[in-house]
Every structure is written in C-alpha cells, then in structure tokens.
C-alpha cells in the first residue's frame, strides 16, 4: 500500500474516499493524528497530516518516529511526502512543485533514529541518495501522465524553523549546495530509509526564500498562504497519479 504524509496545505486529499480512521499507538509515542484510510481510484492508500489535523504542530514537535513507525506498521511499502519549501535557486520560482534528490541536513535535537537504546545494536544506514529511486521515476511519469511540470532534482536544505532564515542563512545554504530550503524533510526520510520504505518528496516551493527575488526584503507570508492554495491542484493530480501506478502491496 502507497501512504502519502501531507505537509502544510494539504491536511487532506480532496479526491480521498475515506473508509475509516485508524488511531495507531507506537513505542515512540503518538503520530500526529489517525492515518486516515480511503480509496484513490481503485487503490487503497493512507494519509496522514504530518502537522496535526488542525495544523497545530510546528515541525520540531512533529514526531517523525511515530508517524513513519504507524505507516510502516500498516503494511505500507512506498512514501509519497508533500511539504512546502522556500526557493533558493532562481529557477525554483514560487509555484514549482520539484522533486528533490538530495538532503542537507541542518536540523537538531530531533529523535531521528530508531537505532538507539541499550537493547539496540548500532545500525548504519547507507543514506547517500537519500530519496528511493523507483518512487521518484513513478512521480516523473506520473507527473508526464498528468500534465503537471514537475522539476526533477534538487537539493533541500531542513532547517529547524519555526521561523523562517535570515538572507545570510540562506546565502550559506547556497554555497552549501541547497536549492530549497524547508523544516520538515529530516528526520523523515532517514526514518524511512531505516524502516526500509520507498521514499520520496513532492516539495512545493511556496516563496522565494529569505532574499531572494520577491523575498528580497521580507517574506510575504500572505503569498505564501496563496501559491499553496494554487499549487495543491497539481499535487494531488500528480498523487493520484501515482496511486494509480502503485499496483500491487
Ligand atoms: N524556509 C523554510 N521553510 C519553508 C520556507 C522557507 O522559506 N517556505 C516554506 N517552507
């Protein structure tokens, strides 16, 4: 089964059959709601709203463990995340949905491994291409399929938030190698990686980041609230898409 975590301005797929709402108790605590369960098409598939059905989690208090633990628990195999970003790259324009193939991580204490503890062995992960391959092409063609452009690469730059960067952040992340920046890309993926779940981002980009182009002097955060409106259409197209291509468990 395919499970799709939905970030800021997509607590729900609106093409979603719900059947029922499951509460999934984990060893790492509570996810951040019910994994609401329904049909896309003809196929099942879960979500979960990654900040809290009401929106109310800010992305550090989000627990990434307990959200990839309950999907993992029911029998999901492959990942779809959707989050917003902040474009660096002046090609990552307000309203480009991409599909980033590289992380850097800037976050901190966050619980971002299961592989600790004295009962634990130490486990490494090989995390050199942090987002699975297989899941990216399927967005690509599913993104062909839909007629949705989506930009196949990049690299997202997880910052801790809640606030947003200052332009001399954002400089660093760009000589760093970051192409968008975000709050909630990690520990997300390496905890999928370590559940062995197929993994990959949509990332809406949503505002020139600090700085940049029409960001040069502040963040319009009323802007931010309005390509998000706009571009979730082409995200759940893209989703549905994708669904429909995830036959079998
Ligand atoms: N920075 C960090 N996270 C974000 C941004 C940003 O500019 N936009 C949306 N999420």
Redesign the pocket.
């Known amino acids: 089964m395919i499970a799709v975590i939905g970030g800021s301005g997509l607590t729900q797929l609106a093409n979603l059959e719900i059947t029922r709402r499951k509460i999934v108790r984990t060893p790492f605590g509570e996810p951040s709601g019910p994994l609401t369960y329904g049909h896309l098409g003809e196929q099942e598939v879960v979500f979960l709203a990654r900040h809290g059905y009401g929106h109310t989690l800010a992305p550090h208090e989000i627990n990434y463990r307990a959200n990839l633990w309950a999907i993992h628990a029911e029998a999901v195999t492959r990942v779809i995340s959707v989050c917003?970003?902040?474009g660096i790259a002046a090609s990552l324009g307000a309203g480009t949905i991409a599909l980033p193939d590289q992380i850097i991580d800037y976050t901190w204490g966050r619980p971002s491994t299961y592989f600790e503890g004295a009962q634990q062995p130490v486990t490494h992960i090989d995390f050199t291409h942090p987002y699975d391959e297989e899941t990216r092409q399927m967005a690509l063609a599913a993104a062909r399929d839909a007629g949705v452009a989506l930009v196949d690469g990049g690299t997202y730059a997880t910052?801790q938030?809640p606030r947003?960067?200052t332009k001399a952040e954002i400089d660093r992340l760009e000589r760093d190698g970051a192409t968008m920046?975000?709050?909630t890309g990690m520990p997300e993926a390496a905890l999928a990686r370590e559940l062995g779940l197929k993994y990959a981002a949509l990332a809406v980009v949503?505002?020139p980041?600090?700085g940049r182009g029409a960001s040069a002097r502040t963040?319009s955060l009323d802007d931010?609230s309005r390509v998000m409106e706009e571009s979730m259409g082409g995200v759940r197209l893209i989703v549905a898409r994708m669904v429909e291509r995830h036959a079998g468990p």
Do not use: K, Q
């Open positions: 917003t970003v902040g910052m938030g947003l960067e920046v975000g709050m949503v505002n980041a600090a963040v931010i």
